[in-house]
């Protein structure tokens, strides 16, 4: 299982950025996945999950209101929105799956299991 996103750069403070995840799984419609960031000197943390429906969602309270994923099985895609960006939103965004259709929130942190590399947002204030 491969995943790569993109679509991170420089955004100022308000400003908006979209991020793309494609993968490389064939059943696509069977999996949940999710959004991952990383900060420097900072520890992984979530930031939202989708559900293989598209129906169901599931954000960090952190990001909630400002970011919205979506995803798109007929290209294997998932995105996020992110506005009102903020500089504490500066960090690696990775996307992740799992191989599930139960509601994202109620997946472990040790279900998502296959991670692609992340692309770099940097807010600047």
């Known amino acids: 299982v491969q995943l790569q996103a993109s679509g991170g750069g420089l955004a100022q403070a308000g400003g908006s950025l979209r991020l793309s995840c494609v993968t490389s799984?064939?059943?696509?419609?069977?999996?949940?996945v999710a959004w991952f960031r990383q900060a420097p000197g900072k520890e992984r943390e979530f930031v939202a999950a989708?559900?293989?429906?598209?129906?169901?969602?599931r954000y960090a309270d952190y990001v909630k209101g400002r970011f919205t994923v979506s995803r798109d099985n007929a290209e294997n895609s998932v995105y996020v929105q992110m506005d009102s960006l903020k500089p504490e939103d500066t960090a690696v965004y990775s996307c992740?799956?799992?191989?599930?259709?139960?509601?994202?929130?109620?997946?472990?942190?040790?279900?998502?299991?296959?991670w692609g590399q992340g692309t770099l947002v940097t807010v600047s204030s």
């Open positions: 992740a799956v799992a191989h599930t259709r139960i509601d994202p929130q109620r997946i472990r942190r040790d279900a998502w299991r296959y």
């Open positions: 989708i559900n293989w429906s598209g129906e169901s969602t």
């Open positions: 799984v064939r059943t696509f419609y069977n999996y949940a």
